[in-house]
Each structure stands twice: as structure tokens, then as C-alpha cells.
T-cell receptor
């Protein structure tokens, strides 16, 4: 595997379910990001991790819970989501937080019923 | 407050012609700008970037121009090819510091369609 991978690619869940999104980067980077892309809106930054430490939480509701066990892996734990949370969730990585160039995974298309 | 704006939701161009995609920004702290390309069912892929110390950067068929006084950048693709059809996002960051440090702020995207 090369680059940034995300699983699952598609996820349908009910509002009472608990699920997790997984991201893995094979680039040796130290910063990882979660973005949300809703229809007809710009990519919205959710969380930033730099050297496994969370450095940014962009006012994200607590029903989204990130986890970064090491510099290569990033998770987004989901619980009691709302239908308006349906979106494309993108993971990205960069050499470090100061590096402007980020590399993106293919995304997880999430549908909340 | 949207700090990066792409005012054209879509652009249609004939193969072989020039495609010009535009982007405006409001935050004077932005000093690094990028263009990403996104195909359906894929994540954005990096295309070209420019630092604020330059006003032009070229890579093959792709050229990015930066006008700092106007807070405007543009991406020129020439000649355009059908395979260039995708959504193009501009993004900006402030690597020198400030509240936008280490963050990419994206525009809404422009759908480019290149007709054969």
C-alpha cells in the first residue's frame, strides 16, 4: 500500500450505531487531518494531529471522537450521529503541521439514516 | 466568513483551448497556495503550488499565477484535455503563523469539463 488509505470506503449507519473510520498513511508523515466535505460546501477541517498530539479541534461536536495511536494511523469514532452528518470524510497527512502540502485519502462516504 | 472563494461553480472548455480557474482570498496572512484536483470517488490530489514570494509557477501544462495586491490566484491549463475534467479546489495556508498556521483553507471548488 502506498499513500493514504481509508476504510471503509462507504458506510451506512443508523443514528444509534457506533462505528469507526480508519485512516493509514504510508508516507512517513507526522501530521494527520480529518476533513468533512458536505455537498456544495468547501472541505471543512475537523481535527489536526501533529506527532500524535491533537493540535486542532475545529469546534466539532463530541459525537465525533478522533484517536491517533501513532503517526501512521488515525481513527474517527462515530456515535449517535445525525442525518446532517452524512458527508464524505477525508483523511490527509503532511510531513508536519508546518508543511502546507497535504496528501489525501480517497475518503469514506458516510450516510446516516 | 469564507476566506477562500471560487466564484465559478463550473467551467466548460473545448479540448485544446486554455482553461482558466480563478480563486480569491481575504486573509492577508496566507502565504502559500495550492491547487488540488478531485475525481469522483477519489480524494483530492495535489496539482501545483505557489509561495507568496513568487507570482508565477509553472509545471508542464499547468501554471499558477498569484496577484498578492488583488488577493487573487488563477490556474491556467493549456492545452486542456478531456482527462482534465474534474473538480478543482484552491487552498491557502499561513505558514508564517497566525490562526491559519498549519491549516489549509479550501474554496468551494470549480467543476471543469473539457469537451473533445
Amino acid at each position: 500500500e502506498t499513500g493514504v488509505t481509508q476504510t471503509p470506503r462507504h458506510l451506512v449507519m443508523g443514528m444509534t450505531n457506533k462505528k469507526s473510520l480508519k485512516c493509514e498513511q504510508h508516507l512517513g508523515h507526522n501530521a494527520m487531518y480529518w476533513y468533512k466535505q458536505s455537498a456544495k460546501k468547501p472541505l471543512e477541517l475537523m481535527f489536526v494531529y501533529n506527532f500524535k498530539e491533537q493540535t486542532e479541534n475545529n469546534s466539532v461536536p463530541s459525537r465525533f471522537s478522533p484517536e491517533c495511536p501513532n503517526s501512521s494511523h488515525l481513527f474517527l469514532h462515530l456515535h449517535t450521529l445525525q442525518p446532517e452528518d452524512s458527508a464524505l470524510y477525508l483523511c490527509a497527512s503532511s510531513q508536519d503541521r508546518a508543511s502546507g502540502m497535504q496528501f489525501f485519502g480517497p475518503g469514506t462516504r458516510l450516510t446516516v439514516l | 466568513d469564507q476566506q477562500v472563494k471560487q466564484n465559478s461553480p463550473s467551467l466548460s472548455v473545448q479540448e485544446g483551448r486554455i482553461s482558466i480557474l480563478n480563486c480569491d482570498y481575504t486573509n492577508s496572512m496566507f502565504d502559500y497556495f495550492l491547487w488540488y484536483k478531485k475525481y469522483p470517488a477519489e480524494g483530492p490530489t495535489f496539482l501545483i503550488s505557489i509561495s507568496s514570494i513568487k507570482d508565477k509557477n509553472e509545471d508542464g501544462r499547468f501554471t499558477v499565477f498569484l496577484n498578492k495586491s488583488a488577493k487573487h490566484l488563477s490556474l491556467h491549463i493549456v492545452p486542456s484535455q478531456p482527462g482534465d475534467s474534474a473538480v478543482y479546489f484552491c487552498a491557502a495556508s499561513a505558514n508564517a503563523g497566525g490562526t491559519s498556521y498549519g491549516k489549509l483553507t479550501f474554496g468551494q471548488g470549480t467543476i471543469l469539463t473539457v469537451h473533445p
